[in-house]
């Protein structure tokens, strides 16, 4: 497992060091986040991409369905002095939200849901008029699609496109390289949920949402603080064509609205 895994204060620094950056940049591009607007992250993991919005003066709300990720994001909140609110819950359970939302972030967070259509379906309760909602997810077949960097392994958590392999064989290198087996789990749940770049703008349409802006990415803006990597965009000549993309985008975003 690589070490950011497990620390999840430097997770958490990462996370917010790129939405300053690269996120928000990009959001702002379409809606800028002014005091007073309202922020769901739905996944929202420890909280990270929501500081550079709290620090802007929104009222923020994170969900995760994670209890401990959602300690550490108010504990981190509380350290910083940002305010901020956490509820853990999956998202489309809670009844008590008293209003809707200028920007909805969903960050790494589709390609573990198993009904993408729901999903997106649902989204449209929560957002205020003129509100857009930032999407972004791994498109499956790139390198580490799989999310395999979770696995404790060294050797697996930094081998690429392995988690392409039939499941047979894939859950066979797991179990001898004697990972977890809830860290299995969630990797063949994964492979399961998985998510291209066409199965996403197909549910998108059918949903009756509206793809603003698309950037695909061969170097995830995430890289740069992870691995010392500068981030690059896709050649415009592979991003538009179908189902080849996919091995080259490390980084789908989206703005979406209704």
């Known amino acids: 497992m690589q070490e950011r895994q497990t620390n999840r204060t430097r997770y958490f620094n990462e996370l ?75 998202i ?35 957002l205020a008029p003129g509100g857009i909602v930032f999407m972004s997810f791994p498109a499956w077949q790139m390198a580490f699609g799989g999310h395999q960097q979770i696995c404790r392994s060294k050797i697996l958590s930094h081998l690429p496109f392995f988690h392409l392999l039939p499941v047979p064989v894939y859950r066979s290198i797991l179990r001898l390289a004697k990972e977890q087996s809830a860290t299995i789990s969630e990797l063949l749940n994964i492979k399961q949920t998985r998510c291209t770049i066409e199965l996403f703008q197909s549910l998108v349409k059918q949903e009756k949402l509206y793809i603003i802006n698309r950037r695909f990415y061969l170097i995830n803006p995430h890289y740069e603080v992870k691995f010392g990597l500068h981030p690059r965009r896709l050649w415009n000549f592979i991003g538009a064509i179908p189902k080849i993309r996919n091995f080259f985008t490390s980084s789908c975003f989206y703005i979406l609205r209704p």
Request: include cysteine; hydrophobic fraction near 40%.
């Open 16 to 90: 917010a060091a790129t939405c300053e950056k690269y996120f928000l940049p990009y959001i702002s591009l379409f809606k800028s986040p002014k005091a007073g607007m309202q922020v769901l992250e739905i996944g929202c993991g420890d909280g990270g991409n929501l500081l550079p919005f709290s620090r802007r003066g929104c009222k923020t709300l994170g969900v995760d369905m994670s209890p401990s990720r959602i300690q550490v994001a108010k504990e981190r909140f509380a350290e910083l002095d940002a305010p901020g609110d956490f509820i853990a819950s999956d």
């Open 92 to 126: 489309f359970k809670i009844t008590e939200l008293e209003h809707k939302f200028d920007f909805i972030i969903c960050h790494d967070v589709l390609e573990h849901i198993s009904n993408k259509s729901l999903f997106l379906q649902n989204i449209h309760k929560y």
